[in-house]
Structure formats: C-alpha cells, structure tokens
C-alpha cells in the first residue's frame, strides 16, 4: 500500500446521474436535509469527492448518521431517504 493521496476528483456522478463538484453540495450550516440532500453527500463521499470524515464534520454528522443515509439508499433508492418514509421501509 502507498501513502501518497489519491487525487481528488474534480466532479463525481450525482444521485440523478449529473455531475456534482465541490461547489454542487448542500451548505454547510444546511438544517433541512431533504432526500436528494442526503444523496448528494452519500455520492460525494462514495465518489471521493469528501472523505467520510470531512463530510461529517462539514455537515456535523455522526458517521452512524452517514452509514444510515448511505444504507437507506442502497437498499431504497432515493425514496429510502424520505424522511416521511422511514417508517414504510423499517422492518
């Protein structure tokens, strides 16, 4: 294994298949996490573009909270991610 960084990707594919760059994520003092917010980060982190760690604090997440979102989106879609939803997908 290396311990050079890997380059940062300029852009990443978005939840809706568009690019996402630095400047496409949600603010930081973002208070209302709508569905596509939360996809928007899980693909930044998964895409490279925010370390798991930057993301969390950036966003002031837990890195259970991402593991949620990113769990809910895997198994859900976008849909998972809804918070008037949860309840339907718990079982």
Known sequence: MSDVAQ???AAV???DGRPITLEDLPP?????WVARRKATVVAAV?????SL?????RYRLTP???DSWARAM????????QVTRLQDFRH
């Open 7 to 9: 380059p940062r990707p």
């Open 13 to 15: 594919i978005g939840p």
């Open 28 to 32: 930081a003092d973002t208070v209302r």
């Open 46 to 50: 998964r895409g490279g573009l925010l």
């Open 53 to 57: 760690e930057e993301a969390c604090r």
């Open 64 to 66: 259970e909270e991402f």
């Open 74 to 81: 895997d198994r859900h879609g976008l849909a998972g991610l």
